[in-house]
């Protein structure tokens, strides 16, 4: 009898499970908008040509395959720091932000939540908006946390439900961490106005709340500056500590690289220096150090001045690829006759709340081999020129 034999088997992911089954599927004319990834007119995750340069230089040097430092690259965390905050911001000049490179976005998340469940014990709470990035909830239940949900989306208007949300938020006990999505968010698309985020960071800095912004799609909405605002906001409010999350898995189309970073912001110098020291001993009892050559890739682009205008253009080719398909999308339903879908040209990034019902979804799947997720969510990067045409007729056809 195998010491195993009591295992039993645990629930598969839903959205990767959603692509094992379009894979699967024969149908010649199948879309898949069930997957968080950014692909090209061509349906393909682009190499972007800045990134394609820097490759090429590090396979011209012998390259030592040493262990990076247990935070990573430094040149990789100044520049993740200038790209967060903006280059020369006065948080920097005073050395409040300490700075880690991670194993993508996801392992930011898992050890700042590890951390912050080792300095808020057995009350650690996390607020966290509905509906949310699944992940998000393993993550910090896993950690230890309790999950409480704040308003977000509002069914109605495909929108924010921003009353709701500053309602929840002003009930949360202090010291609550809040998970805020800067911008892009997942799953909804629907993100927060200038003004908006200018009311949320008081609130949070009145009620004396600990902010975790999550930035995994910076330059999918504006630009990477703009993208920032809510971190920017942050960094002038005198809120004196906060944490962030970032990826350029997505902003740099880098996902198998696993390039992200974790920054915890503290009052002043010296309790940056000790939170530096805590995430290091956090990463190394979960995996001891990144990865060099995604570091280096993410490194090589941002510290070029050439290199960085290259990248940011790109990433403007990929914004506007799905800005073009937002608009497309809606202006065909219209033709076609389907009910309004012109908030899809309100929401953010590579996601939308369709506003499609499960059993909607479902048609989509059996009858024209189109994935989504049954939440409605759908990837608008996924759309083309070559399948707009048959999605909006289907999706169409279900609303009818
Ligand atoms: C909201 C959000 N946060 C974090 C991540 C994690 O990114 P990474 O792939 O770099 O781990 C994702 C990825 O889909 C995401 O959507």
Known sequence: MSIFASVTMA?????????????????????????GIYVDEQGKVPVLDAVRQVEQALARDDQPRSYLPIDGLPAYNRATQNLLFGAGAAILEAGRVATAQTIGGSGALRVGADLLKKVLGDQAKLAISNPSWGNHHVVFRTAGFQLIDYRYYDDASHGLDFAGMLEDLGKLEPGTVVLLHACCHNPTGVDLDAAQWAQVVALLK????????????????????????????????????????????????????????????????????????????TIRANYSSPATHGGKLVAGVLDSAELRALWEQELGGMRGRIHTMRAAFVDKLAALGAPDFGFINRQAGMFSYSGLSKAQVDRLREEFAIYALSSGRICVAALNTGNIDYVTRAVAAVCR
């Open 11 to 35: 629930p598969g992911d839903p959205i990767l499970g959603l692509t094992e089954t379009y894979n699967a599927d024969p149908r010649k004319e199948k879309v898949n908008l069930g997957v």
């Open 206 to 281: 009145d009620r004396g709340l600990l902010p975790f912004v999550d930035m995994a799609y910076q330059g999918f909405d504006r630009n990477s500056t703009d993208d920032a605002l809510a971190i920017r906001l942050l960094a002038d409010s005198g809120i004196p500590a906060f944490v962030v999350a970032n990826s350029y898995s997505k902003s740099f189309s880098l996902y198998g690289e696993r390039v992200g970073a974790l920054s915890f912001v503290g009052a002043d110098r010296d309790e940056a220096a000790r939170l530096l020291s805590n995430i290091k001993t």
